[in-house]
């Protein structure tokens, strides 16, 4: 799996959109985008994943550069239950039966009263 | 759809004792299982993994040891716990939509 980087931290202010994002030069064609976040003492929680077009759900947005080679997670209007670990991840879901995700350290987003 | 089940949600230990955490799924068959291990400020460790009944892969040698006796039952264990086994231990399913679904963890304190 492609390489991500995520900056370790980021701070927002609550009711502002959060934008989080996340480096994956070296993604392949069958490389998809996942984001999830970690909620402290839970388990990550998927949030969104994407291959090539833009993608929105009721938790977040996602944009992904024409190249790829990018990613920003939006969350619209962020609120303090918004405060967690996010994770990105960039994975090729079927390309084996025995694949697994290593996760990094993701980007620590604290909302900010 | 697809549900996973861990327990308990904490655990203390004394140093030496045996651990036996357990990880059940439902609503799938066949899951590829996980054991991921968070110590206290840090990532995801990846321990085992498991792609059907009897077996397991392992990612780091240690003193944990992983089973699948059962299709949806993923089972981590230790003869003797060390300190430096405290953490969080999360089980993950994977899904073909969702990536990874995980656990709600079990925080397990080595004293």
């Known amino acids: 799996d492609a390489k991500t980087t995520q900056p370790p931290s980021m701070d927002c202010a609550e009711g502002r959109a959060a934008n989080l994002p996340c480096n994956h030069s070296t993604i392949s064609g069958n490389e998809y985008v996942y984001w999830y976040r970690q909620i402290h003492s839970q388990g990550p929680q998927y949030i969104i994943h994407g291959l090539k077009n833009n993608e929105t759900n009721e938790m977040a947005s996602l944009i992904i550069t024409e190249d790829r080679k990018s990613s920003t997670l939006i969350l619209p209007h962020a609120t303090l239950r918004d405060t967690a670990v996010y994770y990105c991840?960039?994975?090729?879901?079927?390309?084996?039966?025995?694949?697994?995700?290593?996760f990094g350290k993701g980007t620590r987003l604290h909302i900010l009263p | 759809s697809q549900t996973i089940h861990q327990w308990p949600a904490t655990l203390v230990q004394p140093v030496g004792s045996p651990l036996s955490l357990e990880c059940t799924v439902e609503?799938?068959?066949?899951?590829?299982l996980y054991w991921y291990r968070q110590a206290a400020g840090r990532g995801l460790q990846l321990l085992f993994y498991?792609?059907?009944?009897?077996?397991i892969s392992s990612e780091v040698p240690q003193n944990l040891s992983a089973s699948r006796p059962q299709d949806r039952q993923f089972i981590l264990s230790s003869k003797k716990l060390l300190l430096s086994d405290s953490g969080f231990y999360l089980c993950a399913l994977k899904d073909g939509y969702y990536g990874y679904t995980f656990g709600s963890g079990t925080r397990l304190t080595v004293v």
């Open positions: 991840i960039a994975w090729a879901r079927f390309r084996n039966r025995d694949d697994k995700i290593i």
């Open positions: 609503g799938t068959s066949n899951p590829n």
């Open positions: 498991s792609v059907g009944i009897g077996q």
